[in-house]
């Protein structure tokens, strides 16, 4: 970026900071500050609506050479007004337009307005839930919170509520930073419930995996998921000390579920083997790839026949259960152990928010901590049962959220997602060049462009092998993704699916979860892979 020179007024001294820290003085600086504010509104909403898709366009490698400072300025270089015009005009440009209707590539997309005044509560009260001397009222208002969503998946009754949402004892889940941290935190639950401390052993937490598994005669420990899972999930066997080879991929059916005969197999050949113990059994609530919800109820069944902690990994699905009209897809989460779900992806909020929910509000016991100094038993400390220490209030942001829309408002942007997803299918198998790869469940679906050469023809006058069709196939679905993305209209990602028993496909992978994504916008995406194709990327092939 444009590097200012230093000017001789901007200096760091005790007055200048007492300023910072300090209210405004006067009306003028008052006038000054607010007018900052009204600029990061506006004048970013402004550039969100002017640009569409990935924005202006300077190869990362350019940009990369004018981010190579690396030292720290001695005397300050710019005033607060400087950074925010130059984070609007300069950065802004070359960050991604996520919020575009034409941007249905990821789960990272426009959120309500809101979102900005909420967050700049919670930076502003700046309160740390990990204790209560530094949150006090954040804490309970937090539990609430956690509450609601608790009781959003279990659905248990009041008295139980009334019982668990303050009781200092109790614990119905936590907030985390991502799903990443909330997949790790229940099967950090999970492990230490499996390797608990007794009397004649200290535990997994306490004394590593390793000895804890030596003094039980186990060799090792399995998670089992389809191979549709997360990433995170071999993450956390990584951080929990089992290995990432601890997690068994389940293949999926032509639905992309987990296939239950499998899984039930595995259980009972773990069963049957005393030196191994299946820690946990993965249930996914919309899979990244593909938006498919495993079936839930079968496999909780499963998991109670065997003794297995059941874990729902709900990062994106779980708030469908908002909807009245598609909440029945979910069925079977309330049979989970544990459940992570994502704030940041349908709940609509600002990065980062993430949550994980256990049934059992005694399940996080084995996971507490205890400091001396900061967090005493039965405190309603919420740092003692928690991943995290420090960390911002998020819980004003969703419980907010949830007040000013409602479950109803919610349902809406759901079901919109849901059945433009459904309309974006249709309109994928009505025309001849593509190819729907996986319908939608959810609000997630796959496809690919096909050329008419390349198409699977009913006689035996295939021009080219499957191996080779397959091979050129996927050739022109990275090309057409990418040429699409670097002409900064519109973004769909591309996934590979590498599912067993099937060719590794790639995929054009469409995530619709923007309120003002419509059928014209997607037909006028599919009309621009089509030209994309049919200009410059079948002249070079000599298909047609
Ligand atoms: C997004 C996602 C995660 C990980 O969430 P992060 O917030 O990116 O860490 C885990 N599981 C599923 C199914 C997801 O879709």
Redesign the pocket.
Known sequence: MTTQKSRPQLVADYQALERIFHKPENEQSRNVLTKYMEQILFGLHDFLGRHVGITEEIPLKELAEQFTASTIARTPIKKLADVIAEIIEEIAPQAVNISSPYFIGH?TSAIPFFMVHLSTIVAALNQNPVKLETSKVVSVYERQVLAKVHRLLFNFDDTFYDTHIQKPESTLGSFV???????LSALWVARNRLLPATSGYAGAERDGVAKALNDRGLRKLTILVSELG?Y?IRKSAGVLGLGYDAVTPIPVDSANRVDLTVLERMLKDHHRDPETSVMAVIG?A???ETGTVDPLPKIAGLCREFGVHFHV????GGPVLLSENYCGLLKGIELADSV?I?G??QFYLPM?N?MVFFKDPQAMDAVAYHAAYINRPGSVDLGIRSLAGSRSATSLVLGSALDIMGSGGYALLIDHGIEIAQAFAEEIKRRPMFELITAPELNILTYRLVPEALRESKDSKQTVNDQERLRLLNKINIKVQRMQREAGNSFVSRTTLRRSGQPDTVVLRAVLMNLRTNQEILNAILDEQEAIYLNRIAPTLKLI
């Open positions: 789960m930073e991502d799903g990443t941290l909330a997949n997360h995170s996914i919309g899979t990244t990994d709900a990062a994106w992570t994502d940041h992806k980062t993430g």
